[in-house]
């Protein structure tokens, strides 16, 4: 039997938002690579303290670790790409780095649709 919880309107709110950032962050990611997911990154900064205390906090520091990480990862490779042996192994980095994030993202929003705090 499928149940379904009622949230109050506030916490349905920012879990609302939280589900519109995961979606901006993976548009960012599959169009611009992750160049612009910036955006939803401030808003994930601007917007978590009004989910503090409930499970959707965890889910924009999620995203924000999940920026960070990404970002740190990509920076690697472009020190890799700059020297001709490395340069093989930045591909290889960038294109784990994405489908680490794509993996993230997608765990985020199932755990989130579920209701669900991130670790």
């Known amino acids: 039997m ?7 309107p ?3 709110a920012a879990k609302n938002l939280a589900w519109w950032l995961y979606i901006a962050h993976g548009a960012c990611l599959i169009f611009s690579l992750g160049a612009l ?4 990154l401030i808003l994930n900064y601007v917007k978590r303290g009004d989910a503090a205390g409930t499970f ?3 889910h924009h520091g999620w ?3 999940s920026f ?5 990862w990509l920076f690697v490779g472009v020190v ?20 680490w994030k794509l993996y993230r993202l997608i ?4 755990d989130l649709n579920e209701n669900k705090a991130m670790p």
């Open 107 to 110: 765990r985020g929003l199932i």
């Open 80 to 99: 890799l790409f700059m020297t001709f042996i490395g340069a093989p192994l930045a591909w290889l980095i960038w294109g784990l780095a994405w489908l």
């Open 2 to 8: 499928n149940q379904q919880i009622v949230l109050d």
């Open 63 to 65: 995203q924000i670790r």
């Open 10 to 12: 506030q916490l349905q």
């Open 56 to 58: 959707v906090y965890s």
């Open 68 to 72: 960070w990480w990404y970002f740190i």
């Open 37 to 40: 997911s910036w955006i939803p």
